[in-house]
């Protein structure tokens, strides 16, 4: 007994002076938790260094987009940061689970084709303990980055833009105003587009145009937050106008960034109707900004890669469009169908395409259906 309890001992010592530590080394799969810079031109060759966890070693970069390709330059190793965990108490949390991982930083040349698509390109690193999970970055027209350049809290300090451009920056601290300086000239319109919030932007954008005298022309995203997400604005008259950005709430915080893209660019927003069945052929009606073509004939065939669903980038749209691809045939809300006496006959199974476009309008439809029969309504409009 005493010669097993010894051997128990030693090996115990082992353990603990090969990990170094009393419960151990923490388990953790490969991550990512920075990425700069945020945004790639297009037809460049750019830098692009990746933060995370157990990243050392990396051999290789898997883009999801096409048009992007990038090879590691190198790998190091950076200091380790303070771990700040709370319990459920709020207070800092007891529980020792062990030592971080290594962090690493890892820089990637990335080779960016001059008709890569526009907007969100997502990438995973190989590494010896596996694939990373997913990182973003944003494909950008080669338009110059506007970068925010504090102080620039006022017309006074607001940055000299060039358009078209990339509006970048940060609402870093509570109250904080961000200001753009721009020339236009009489009846222009520009679109503005922030696709932020698909690499983890916090911020709730208001956009002001406002005159060289402060006067406000109008504001976007302060009545509805998701309207500044992408807007065009006309100027009746040419001169000397300031883009101020700032926090719906007035608040600021670090992950309160934003990468407007503004100019004279076709930005497709919506289409209808949001979908067609398989084999077909449907007209599609378009909205949005600048578009050389609001009307398209689609046929009904996914696209390589997705089940059930095709993807649409018309004209020479930045923004890119999915429509579900079905098997049941297609009908069409009629517009008189608002009260029960007026209900649409269909027809099951059915795909109903319709639009509520006043606030309380109803739509109704009739079918036959036998006792106990099971009817699955499922809607997808989102």
């Known amino acids: ?22 419960t151990g080394s923490r388990i953790t799969p490969p991550s990512i938790t920075a990425v700069a810079p945020l945004g790639l031109a297009r037809g460049t060759t750019t830098e692009l260094t990746i933060e995370g966890l157990n990243l050392a070693n990396a051999t ?3 883009f999801s987009e096409p048009g992007l390709k990038g090879r590691i330059l190198r790998v190091k190793e950076l200091p380790d940061l303070t771990e700040n965990r709370l319990g459920s108490n709020g207070t800092r949390s007891t529980i020792d689970l062990g030592p971080l991982p290594p962090r690493n930083q890892v820089t990637v040349e990335v080779d960016i084709a001059p008709d890569a698509n526009v907007g969100v390109a997502k990438f995973r690193l190989l590494t010896p303990l596996g694939t990373s999970p997913e990182g973003r970055v944003l494909v950008e027209p080669y338009f110059g980055e506007a970068a925010d350049s504090e102080p620039n809290n ?29 020339q236009v000239k009489d009846g222009e319109e520009l679109v503005f587009e922030n696709p932020a919030m698909a ?3 916090t911020l709730s954008p208001v956009v002001a145009i406002v005159t060289a005298d ?9 009545q509805d937050t998701a309207q500044a997400a992408a807007f065009s604005h006309r100027f009746e008259k040419g001169g000397t106008y300031y883009v101020r950005l700032s926090d719906y709430q007035r608040s ?36 949005g900004y600048q578009l050389r073509e609001t009307n398209l004939t689609v046929k009904g065939e996914s696209s390589p890669g997705l089940e059930g669903a095709l993807t649409l980038r018309p004209g020479k749209s930045f923004s890119e469009l999915r429509l579900a691809v ?13 009260t029960l006496g007026a209900a649409q006959p269909v027809t099951l199974p059915v795909t109903i395409n319709g639009r509520i476009a006043q606030p309380q309008a109803v739509h109704y439809y009739r079918f036959a259906a036998k006792k106990g029969q099971r009817i699955v309504l499922e809607v997808e409009a989102r």
């Not at 006074?156 to 753009?180: N, W």
């Not at 402060?214 to 302060?222: F, P, R, V």
């Not at 919506?270 to 599609?284: E, F, I």
């Not at 079905?326 to 608002?338: I, V, Y």
């Open 60 to 62: 290789a970069i898997y």
């Open 326 to 338: 079905g098997e049941e045939p297609e009908t069409e809300a009629s517009g008189t169908n608002t």
């Open 1 to 22: 007994m005493r010669c097993v309890l010894a051997l128990l001992l030693c090996s115990a010592a082992a353990f603990a002076a090969k990990t170094d530590h009393p």
């Open 154 to 182: 006022s017309p006074e300090t607001a940055f000299d833009t060039y358009l078209p451009s990339i509006l970048a920056g940060t609402i870093a601290r509570p109250g904080d105003v961000d200001y753009f300086k721009i």
């Open 214 to 222: 402060n006067t406000l022309i109008k504001e976007y995203g302060y």
């Open 252 to 287: 600021g915080r670090a992950s309160h960034f934003y990468r407007y893209k503004l100019g004279r660019f076709a930005l497709a927003t919506s289409a209808y109707p949001l979908g067609l069945r398989k084999g077909g052929a449907t007209q599609v009606q378009l909205s």
């Open 199 to 201: 690499l983890g932007s």
